[in-house]
């Protein structure tokens, strides 16, 4: 049986937050952003380890209290990279050099900046992808009109939104695959696992979400995320 492994990177600095404290760290609802994914994926009963990766010069993981999380469940590995992609192989590798985790089993790859991700698209999530050959992600259709701009920001064209989709997070893959496929790709132009999938001639499964798991990335995103956790603890 492959089990369900979850990956967090976590070594970035939210250079468009503009922030000297990484935005996973960034309080949002009374926690450090990383807590809210965290604490979804470690209640889950369909996960069977949550690996976060942060960078090898992190201080501020130590800061915090995270012991309501078991023991048995979180791992945390100072093997970031450079890029998220480097991020996401290196702790694959790490992952990989525990006895209890094989190549056949499922990685969940989660942004630490999409707080919002709720149990109720994580199990939607494993439960298309369990059966599927090749793997894939959360994701939703485009829905704003599209425009092309010239070097002036001025419109020069309207692209076509058919098929179009953006793609969040978890990112769900076999671990052996996962790992070639982003041993194989050049990491700088990559932003998610998928793609280094899709280079290798495989179509990743997009499975429709919301944009409730929309991922943190500006400063005015973080009272957007913090009224979605409040709304749905409160109800
Ligand atoms: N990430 C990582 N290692 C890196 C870069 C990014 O683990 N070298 C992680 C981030 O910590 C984040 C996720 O990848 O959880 C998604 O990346 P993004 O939203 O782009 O975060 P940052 O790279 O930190 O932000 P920015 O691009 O604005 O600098
Ligand atoms: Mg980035």
């Not at 694959?92 to 985790?101: G, P, T």
């Not at 499922?106 to 059966?131: F, G, K, M, N, Y």
Request: proline share 4%; charged share 20%; net charge negative.
């Amino acid at each position: 049986m492959s089990r369900f492994i979850a990956l967090i990177p976590a070594a970035g600095f939210g250079a468009r937050m503009g922030n000297q404290l990484p935005k996973q760290y960034l309080s949002l609802a009374g926690k450090p952003m990383i807590y809210h994914a965290l604490h979804t994926l470690c209640s889950s009963a369909s996960i069977f380890r949550v690996f976060v990766i942060l960078a090898p010069d992190d201080h501020e993981w130590a800061r915090y209290d995270w012991s309501s999380f078991a023991d048995d469940k979180l791992a945390v590995r100072y093997c970031g990279g450079a890029t998220r992609a480097d991020s996401v192989l290196n702790g694959l590798k790490a992952m990989q050099s525990e006895a209890s985790i094989g190549q056949d089993d499922w990685v969940l790859v989660h942004d630490a900046a999409r707080p919002c991700l709720s149990a109720a698209q994580l199990e939607q999530l494993i439960e298309v992808l369990a059966p599927d050959e090749v793997g894939g992600l959360l994701a939703i259709p485009v829905a704003d009109t599209l425009k092309r701009a010239d070097a002036d920001q001025r419109a020069v064209a309207t692209a076509s939104r058919a098929g179009l989709w953006q793609a969040q997070t978890p990112q769900m893959f076999r671990l052996g695959l996962l790992k070639e496929a982003l041993s194989k790709v050049d990491s700088a132009s990559i932003t998610d696992d998928a793609s280094a999938i899709e280079a290798m001639g495989l179509h990743p499964r997009l499975v429709l979400s919301d944009a409730y798991n929309f991922k943190v990335t500006y400063p005015q995103d973080l009272a957007l995320a913090e009224l979605i956790l409040q709304k749905r603890e409160t109800k």
